[in-house]
């Protein structure tokens, strides 16, 4: 028999950020509770609003199947004694599966007994397990509230539990479980009875509640686009960021009312304005058709009602009193040209023992000339400038409000002082990418200034660590400087442009540098402390696409040298991983690897070869010209030397007695080796 499940925790507004993770954290719990009670079902459905989690189970088994299982006792020897009568031992065999001796049977020469294990009602299993798997959910701010000692995000206000049209008892936080809940504060039906699972939806519909999420993101998508042509006007979602997700998680019935400033406030930048309606307010700014800003936008409103003008009257007030910091804030920056603002940041600490940002600006201007040499880029003016400009936004009064604009404002202003269009936008994208998955810097000059800036910066960090590893550098949770995000920026930028740059002489001058400016002695291992840090990333990046034995196997290849080559290589060995004449060759050249161990003899004497097996494996091993620039062809060309290799350790004894013979031996086995380390290291793979 199947029944459907409801549960409902109501609880008091919770934090947005947490309710996409409690999705994918109830329908994780869920499933595992079924999975290790036996219990079958068809489908799972989590639905959330800021004031309610719900999971929807379809058909769901009401009951664990009954389990009839033998069990294995004592040696009838050992059970019975001469009279045949059950010993102690086949007595509290009996006992300790709760069966009397009359159920004792005898198989086999063995005692056994057949136990029948009813199975648990789902209401059962979940009267036991619920309140604890609410409880396991994770997430920031977990608090205490009125007297229980468990924590939760908020606290909860009501529990609805129902199979079909039957109320599971449950408690939670002291709240037992009921058919009733609460629609929309503002609703006037208020109070709603939920009659079985399959109405739960449209129950709360009427009590102006859209409780399914994805239904609700759709709705204010649709909404704000219909509520945007209206006015003749566009809304752009994929110029909003997370907003679009955060307004679905803070709103249970969302309506959408237009607002406007007054048309002074354009004479910002826009990037200003954006800011403040979408990062700040919450607000969906609007374009329009001809993709400049526009000075109306939508505010969304949690609502129930058509009295919208106190909603509107406020929003505008708020928004103009942040405009009026954005005018003030731009009139005084725009004061002095950008160029003017570098001494600003010889105030301005970088990183405590590693000078300002101005030390900071001149180490990269020096290492975005380097670069721009290795890339043999002619005329480096524009790349200079934009080093030079790069991190002057830094000290305006715009940036210091909204720090979230650094190098857009910084492009803003350069483009006001007339500055070429070019170094403006270099002085933007240096930033780029802003997080693991975002947009890369589409041009040279963002490119160069952007790995010269992300490169001082782990060099900085690694370089103000020696000594103190474990405690300031990057681990799981922790990421100073925002190292990693900066070296998985380099390998973005380098890979996707094919950029053919030797990152370890770029990293080794950065070092130089810093260690000469602040009389700073480096530690022996600091530039392998680097490249392994870079190697880590480069297989994090790439896990799901290479396997971690490729890149094991390809350690000893410089990866930073030639950052572009190195990946090509890890895809065409991840690529051979499967395919049958390789694992021949792989299984061949572990095999050489093995006997060779640190064997080094390498000079060979054709004069000793004793075997026509050494000569047909010398010959083939000299007759192999594969260049090794085609790795795809030269590992093609390698199935050539395996029915000689095949043929040499089937008949030629290694480690012969003769002391000249072995060697000679191995040193044709370390010319083999060489062929096969231009792949990889085999006996890593």
Same mark, same amino acid.
């Given at each position: 028999?199947?029944?459907?499940?409801?549960?409902?925790?109501?609880?008091?507004?919770?934090?947005?950020k947490?309710?996409?993770?409690?999705?994918?954290?109830?329908?994780?719990?869920?499933?595992?509770?079924?999975?290790?009670?036996?219990?079958?079902?068809?489908?799972?459905?989590?639905?959330?609003?800021?004031?309610?989690?719900?999971?929807?189970?379809?058909?769901?088994a009401?009951?664990?199947?009954?389990?009839?299982?033998?069990?294995?006792?004592?040696?009838?020897?050992?059970?019975k004694?001469?009279?045949?009568?059950?010993?102690?031992?086949?007595?509290?065999?009996?006992k300790?599966?709760?069966?009397?001796?009359?159920?004792?049977?005898?198989?086999?020469?063995?005692?056994?007994?057949?136990? !029948?294990?009813?199975?648990?009602?789902?209401?059962?299993i979940?009267? !036991?397990?619920?309140?604890?798997?609410i409880?396991?959910?994770q997430?920031?701010?977990?608090?205490?509230?009125?007297?229980?000692?468990?924590?939760? =995000?908020r606290?909860?206000e009501?529990v609805?539990?129902?199979?079909?049209?039957?109320?599971?008892?449950?408690?939670?936080?002291?709240?037992?479980?009921?058919?009733?809940?609460?629609?929309?504060?503002?609703?006037?039906?208020?109070?709603?009875?939920?009659?079985?699972?399959?109405?739960?939806?449209?129950?709360?519909?009427?009590?102006?509640?859209?409780?399914?999420?994805?239904?609700?993101?759709?709705?204010?998508?649709?909404?704000?686009?219909?509520?945007?042509?209206?006015?003749?006007?566009?809304?752009?979602?994929?110029?909003?960021?997370?907003?679009?997700?955060?307004i679905?998680?803070?709103?249970?019935?969302?309506?959408?009312?237009?607002? !406007?400033?007054?048309?002074?406030?354009?004479?910002?930048?826009?990037?200003?304005?954006?800011?403040?309606?979408?990062?700040?307010?919450?607000?969906?700014?609007?374009?329009?058709?001809?993709?400049?800003?526009?000075?109306?936008?939508?505010?969304?409103?949690?609502y129930?009602?058509?009295?919208?003008?106190?909603?509107?009257?406020?929003?505008?007030?708020?928004?103009?009193?942040?405009?009026?910091?954005?005018?003030?804030?731009?009139?005084?920056?725009?004061?002095?040209?950008?160029?003017?603002?570098?001494?600003?940041?010889?105030?301005?600490?970088?990183?405590?023992?590693?000078?300002?940002?101005?030390?900071?600006?001149?180490?990269?201007?020096?290492?975005s000339?380097?670069?721009?040499?290795?890339?043999?880029?002619?005329?480096?003016?524009?790349?200079?400038?934009?080093a030079?400009? =790069?991190k002057?936004?830094?000290?305006?009064?715009?940036?210091f409000?909204?720090?979230?604009?650094?190098?857009?404002?910084?492009?803003?202003?350069?483009?006001f002082?007339?500055?070429?269009?070019?170094?403006?936008?270099g002085?933007?994208?240096?930033?780029?990418?802003?997080?693991?998955?975002?947009?890369?810097?589409?041009?040279?000059?963002?490119q160069?200034?952007?790995?010269?800036?992300?490169?001082?910066?782990?060099?900085?960090?690694?370089?103000?660590?020696?000594?103190d590893?474990?405690?300031?550098?990057?681990?799981?949770s922790?990421?100073?400087?925002?190292?990693? *995000?900066?070296?998985?920026?380099?390998?973005?930028?380098?890979?996707?442009?094919?950029l053919?740059i030797?990152?370890?002489?770029?990293?080794?001058?950065s070092?130089? +540098?810093? =260690?000469k400016?602040f009389?700073?002695?480096?530690?022996?291992?600091?530039?392998?402390?680097?490249?392994?840090?870079?190697?880590?990333?480069?297989?994090?990046?790439?896990?799901?696409?290479?396997?971690?034995?490729?890149?094991?196997?390809?350690?000893?290849?410089?990866?930073?040298?030639?950052?572009?080559g190195?990946?090509?290589?890890?895809?065409?060995?991840?690529?051979?991983?499967?395919?049958?004449?390789?694992?021949?060759?792989k299984?061949n050249?572990?095999?050489?690897?093995?006997?060779?161990?640190?064997?080094?003899?390498?000079?060979?004497?054709e004069?000793?070869?004793?075997?026509?097996?050494?000569?047909?494996?010398?010959?083939a091993?000299?007759?192999?010209?594969?260049?090794?620039?085609?790795?795809?062809?030269?590992?093609?060309s390698?199935?050539?030397?395996?029915k000689?290799?095949?043929?040499?350790?089937?008949?030629?004894?290694? +480690?012969?007695?003769?002391?000249?013979?072995?060697?000679? *031996?191995?040193?044709?086995?370390?010319?083999l080796r060489?062929?096969?380390?231009?792949?990889?290291?085999?006996?890593?793979?």
């Amino acid at each position: 028999m199947k029944k459907d499940l409801l549960l409902e925790i109501l609880v008091q507004e919770l934090p947005y950020k947490f309710i996409p993770s409690a999705i994918s954290q109830l329908e994780i719990a869920f499933e595992k509770l079924f999975k290790e009670n036996a219990l079958a079902y068809k489908k799972i459905n989590v639905y959330a609003t800021p004031r309610r989690l719900a999971v929807l189970v379809d058909e769901l088994a009401v009951c664990q199947e009954t389990v009839s299982k033998n069990v294995k006792g004592p040696i009838i020897s050992v059970a019975k004694n001469e009279a045949g009568e059950y010993t102690p031992a086949a007595i509290g065999f009996a006992k300790k599966n709760g069966v009397d001796v009359s159920m004792l049977y005898e198989k086999d020469n063995y005692i056994w007994v057949n136990i !029948e294990t009813k199975g648990k009602t789902v209401a059962e299993i979940l009267k !036991e397990n619920i309140q604890n798997l609410i409880l396991k959910l994770q997430g920031s701010h977990f608090m205490r509230w009125q007297y229980n000692t468990e924590k939760f =995000s908020r606290p909860i206000e009501n529990v609805v539990a129902l199979l079909d049209d039957e109320v599971v008892e449950l408690e939670i936080l002291g709240k037992k479980s009921t058919n009733k809940t609460l629609g929309h504060r503002y609703s006037k039906n208020l109070e709603l009875t939920i009659k079985n699972p399959k109405s739960y939806i449209e129950t709360l519909r009427t009590g102006n509640v859209i409780v399914n999420q994805e239904e609700r993101r759709d709705l204010i998508i649709k909404l704000t686009k219909e509520c945007a042509e209206k006015n003749n006007l566009v809304i752009k979602f994929d110029n909003t960021g997370d907003l679009l997700e955060e307004i679905t998680y803070i709103t249970e019935y969302p309506v959408p009312v237009i607002c !406007e400033f007054n048309e002074k406030y354009l004479q910002i930048p826009d990037i200003v304005t954006t800011t403040v309606m979408i990062s700040h307010q919450r607000y969906f700014p609007l374009w329009n058709k001809d993709g400049k800003l526009s000075n109306k936008f939508i505010t969304i409103a949690n609502y129930v009602g058509d009295e919208f003008e106190n909603i509107k009257a406020g929003n505008q007030r708020v928004v103009v009193a942040r405009l009026d910091d954005g005018i003030f804030f731009f009139e005084e920056d725009t004061k002095t040209k950008l160029i003017d603002k570098i001494d600003n940041l010889k105030g301005m600490t970088f990183q405590k023992g590693l000078g300002t940002l101005y030390d900071k600006t001149q180490r990269i201007i020096k290492l975005s000339d380097k670069i721009a040499d290795k890339l043999n880029i002619k005329d480096k003016t524009d790349i200079l400038r934009c080093a030079e400009l =790069s991190k002057c936004d830094l000290s305006t009064k715009l940036v210091f409000e909204f720090t979230e604009l650094q190098g857009f404002i910084g492009e803003d202003y350069a483009l006001f002082d007339k500055e070429k269009p070019e170094v403006a936008k270099g002085i933007c994208e240096h930033y780029f990418p802003l997080n693991a998955n975002s947009e890369l810097p589409e041009s040279i000059i963002g490119q160069v200034v952007s790995i010269a800036d992300k490169i001082d910066t782990v060099c900085a960090l690694f370089i103000s660590t020696q000594g103190d590893k474990k405690k300031k550098r990057p681990t799981g949770s922790n990421d100073p400087l925002g190292a990693r *995000r900066a070296v998985i920026g380099i390998i973005r930028i380098i890979l996707e442009n094919n950029l053919n740059i030797n990152l370890e002489e770029i990293i080794k001058t950065s070092l130089d +540098m810093l =260690s000469k400016e602040f009389n700073t002695s480096m530690e022996d291992c600091l530039l392998e402390d680097i490249k392994d840090f870079f190697n880590s990333r480069i297989t994090f990046m790439f896990e799901k696409e290479i396997s971690s034995n490729v890149f094991n196997s390809i350690k000893s290849f410089n990866s930073l040298e030639n950052l572009s080559g190195y990946i090509t290589k890890a895809k065409i060995l991840n690529k051979y991983q499967n395919d049958e004449n390789f694992s021949i060759i792989k299984e061949n050249a572990s095999r050489v690897f093995k006997i060779l161990k640190d064997n080094k003899f390498e000079d060979i004497t054709e004069a000793l070869f004793s075997t026509n097996e050494e000569k047909e494996l010398y010959k083939a091993i000299t007759m192999h010209n594969a260049s090794p620039d085609n790795l795809e062809e030269y590992i093609i060309s390698l199935n050539a030397l395996i029915k000689p290799i095949i043929n040499f350790f089937d008949n030629v004894l290694v +480690m012969d007695k003769d002391e000249k013979i072995k060697n000679n *031996r191995i040193a044709l086995l370390n010319k083999l080796r060489n062929k096969f380390n231009v792949v990889c290291e085999f006996d890593k793979l």
